[in-house]
């Protein structure tokens, strides 16, 4: 009797599992739009329209923690997921944007590479999400720190691929030049992002399994 008289709570491990579908969903378009630069402006538009509806959701779940009082772990751990998956989409985001100003005509290997492998990196973070949902390690973090490593490799490959690259020096190569360290930091910046996102979920379920 009593059990049912309680307030329900939110499917909030429902909703982060939807966000982060978004997310890779996200991510997968971010590497369709590194291998066909043909078809980048339509690519670009479809990450923003997912984000647009990422936000709606971020501000669902956001709403929801306040008007809950009984949640399946703490707040504090559902609104730091929910916080960092959104920040990820933010970064995919504007580097889809960039990519999309910049008009490149040939794509980097480093950075079509780099693309895929933060993709992989997000698909483990699905399963690391899964394992929290159902109280148990997925022991994907060795994994991920191996994949984290090929990407730091990848980025110290296509930054020395441009210092060392052998050209008559002209304003448009120096222009390209720029572009892609512009690329290769904002690149950088949603590795970063995608790591603390699995760490945050890592500290989830080390508390919660």
């Keep these: 009797m009593f059990p049912a008289l309680l307030p329900k709570s939110a499917p909030f491990f429902a909703m982060?599992?939807?966000?982060?579908?978004?997310l890779?969903?996200?991510?997968?378009?971010?590497?369709?739009?590194?291998?066909?630069?043909?078809?980048?402006?339509?690519?670009?538009k479809e990450i923003a329209f997912l984000e647009e509806e990422a936000d709606v959701l971020h501000s669902?779940?956001?709403?929801?923690?306040?008007?809950?009082?009984?949640?399946?772990?703490?707040?504090?751990?559902?609104?730091?997921?929910?916080?960092?998956?959104e920040e990820c989409m933010d970064c995919?985001?504007?580097l889809s944007t960039r990519l999309h100003i910049f008009e490149f005509t040939r794509i980097r290997f480093p950075a079509l590479q780099m693309a895929r492998t933060i993709s992989a990196m997000l698909d483990m973070s699905r399963l690391m999400l899964e394992g929290?949902?159902?109280?148990?390690?997925c022991h994907k973090t060795r994994a991920f720190r191996n994949l984290?490593?090929?990407?730091?490799?990848?980025?110290?490959?296509?930054?020395?691929?441009?210092?060392?690259?052998?050209q008559e020096i002209?304003?448009?190569?120096?222009?390209?030049?720029?572009?892609w360290?512009?690329?290769?930091?904002?690149?950088?910046?949603?590795?970063?992002?995608?790591?603390?996102?699995a760490e945050t979920i890592e500290e989830a379920v080390l508390k919660n399994v």
């Design 60 to 85: 669902q779940i956001i709403r929801d923690l306040t008007q809950t009082f009984i949640t399946p772990i703490d707040r504090e751990d559902i609104l730091r997921i929910n916080q960092e998956q």
């Design 16 to 22: 982060l599992a939807e966000q982060n579908s978004l």
């Design 132 to 137: 929290l949902t159902h109280r148990r390690d």
């Design 181 to 197: 360290s512009q690329a290769y930091e904002r690149m950088s910046i949603l590795l970063e992002q995608v790591n603390a996102l």
């Design 148 to 166: 984290r490593g090929e990407c730091d490799m990848l980025l110290a490959v296509g930054l020395a691929e441009l210092l060392d690259e052998q």
């Design 170 to 179: 002209t304003v448009p190569q120096i222009m390209q030049t720029l572009k």
């Design 92 to 94: 995919l985001h504007s």
């Design 24 to 44: 890779r969903r996200m991510a997968g378009l971010l590497v369709e739009m590194l291998d066909d630069v043909s078809n980048m402006d339509h690519i670009h």
